[in-house]
């Protein structure tokens, strides 16, 4: 079982955290409560967790030293932060600009751990390949892409945008002050799009039910009690380049007259809630466009000019493939020069003909196993959908492992889980066999 770190010495909130995991259907970690100094450093360097809890308003855990190690650590770039804190003593966007270079990817106030603590965990390990990409393919490749389907929850929605704002910081490709500008801008535009495209939203019945002293969290989940709204999604997606990223946020509402809309924001004033999120996604791109059914916004960012010393020219010459549907990757008993990094897509495994799995993203490489012990192939891959791939010489790969060791250990931990769950579905086909025998 992964373990979850909980950095934080605070036994109400420690409980808190405990009943929410409770009442989680999955769980699918085990907690580890850290809430001494010595013990942080000895969690984070040896078990190598993918998440970790710290609870930033805690007055016994050594806050100001943490931050600094984080920020100056490069391996500790590669777990997602979630971050808590009183919402009585600390302000968001002050704590926002004090964490802008640590991978924090969301932060959640003491009321909304019970509701969205276990949320949050979900998001960010169905969506681990992210986080690793951010180091891995900026290392590879001159571009990436990613994507979400969020439904119509505003809480969760920092969420979505904090990993693909800190994903693009932690790259390099903007500063940590611009970060936290962009995960707001990224985060209004979402929520635009359930507020107003999803939920159909005017901005009259928005102005009336706040001023009668309702919410608009609460008044989307009163529009989401119509179970064809729940339904809808806002669909993020984005893709990075050297000079400039794009993100394409687009609703499943029927949109909305464009033109009105600028007329409308042009005569309001800048601190109005009304029109916020394209207001700072304006100032804060180099290009903002609506589809024109208005159901969809581009945004278009210039990426900074990087301090950092360049990649090796080998990683950039990498082979991006992009693959359809149907179309076979490799070959059972081929030769297996190349290792395959999925940047998106859905495989299927087939062994003597016969399926015997799936990879998708999350699973990040495929083709490893041969590919590492220089044997042939053991399966075949086939494009279950159209998809996207790093082809990666050996060459390229033994380099990168040595010049940043890390990657190493994650391709040990990646091939430890592919063992531990081949070895699951070994024990249940075991299982189903002998029930069969039995009857």
């Known amino acids: ?234 669909h993020m997606e984005w893709e990075i380049h050297n000079d400039f990223t794009k993100y394409i946020i687009r609703d499943e509402g029927s949109g909305f007259d464009v033109a009105e809309l600028n007329e409308t924001l042009k005569m309001q004033d800048e601190f109005s809630l009304h029109g916020r999120g394209i207001r700072m996604a304006r100032h804060l791109s180099k290009e903002i466009y609506y589809n024109k059914k208005g159901n969809q916004v581009t945004l278009v960012i210039e990426n900074e000019e990087q301090d950092q010393q360049p990649f090796p020219l080998r990683f950039r010459k990498e082979e991006i493939v992009e693959v359809k549907r149907g179309e076979i990757i490799f070959r059972e008993g081929e030769e297996s020069d190349y290792l395959y990094y999925i940047i998106s897509g859905k495989y299927y495994v087939y062994h003597r003909r016969k399926r015997v799995g799936q990879l998708n993203q999350n699973d990040i490489f495929m083709g490893e196993m041969s590919f590492l012990l220089s044997n042939k192939r053991n399966g075949t891959i086939k494009a279950a959908d159209n998809g996207k791939l790093i082809k990666i010489s050996r060459k390229a790969f033994v380099t990168l492992v040595r010049d940043y060791p890390y990657y190493g250990i994650f391709l040990s931990r990646l091939l430890a889980r592919r063992l531990a769950r081949s070895n699951e579905q070994n024990a249940q086909l075991t299982d189903k066999i002998k029930k069969l025998g039995n009857n």
């Not at 979630?82 to 964490?99: H, R």
């Not at 979505?160 to 970060?179: E, H, N, R």
């Not at 009336?208 to 989401?224: D, Q, R």
Request: proline share 2%; charged share 25%.
């Open 1 to 234: 079982m992964k373990v979850l770190g909980i950095i934080s010495s605070d036994k109400k909130l420690n409980r808190t955290i405990e009943q929410a995991y409770e009442h989680w259907d999955e769980k699918a970690y085990k907690l580890v409560f850290i809430t001494h100094e010595d013990e942080i450093y000895e969690f984070i360097n040896y078990e190598l967790p993918e998440i970790v809890v710290i609870n930033f308003s805690d007055p016994e855990i050594p806050i100001e030293s943490l931050i600094t190690r984080l920020e100056d650590d490069a391996w500790l770039h590669y777990f997602g932060v979630i971050g808590l804190y009183d919402q009585d003593d600390i302000d968001e966007d002050d704590l926002l600009l004090k964490l802008k270079e640590v991978n924090v990817l969301t932060l959640l106030n003491a009321y909304r751990i019970r509701s969205h603590l276990m949320k949050s965990i979900e998001i960010i390990r169905d969506n681990y390949q992210i986080i690793f990409q951010r180091g891995f393919a900026s290392k590879i490749m001159e571009s990436s892409s990613g994507s979400f389907s969020i439904s119509n929850d505003i809480l969760a929605v920092p969420i979505y945008a904090g990993i693909a704002a800190t994903s693009l910081s932690q790259s390099g490709k903007i500063s940590p002050d611009k970060k936290m500008h962009l995960q707001l801008a990224l985060a209004e535009l979402i929520v635009n799009g359930i507020e107003h495209g999803n939920c159909e939203v005017s901005y009259d019945e928005k102005t009336e039910f706040m001023e009668n002293g309702g919410s608009v969290v609460e008044l989307v989940a009163e529009k989401c009690k119509n179970r064809k709204i729940s339904a809808k999604q806002v």
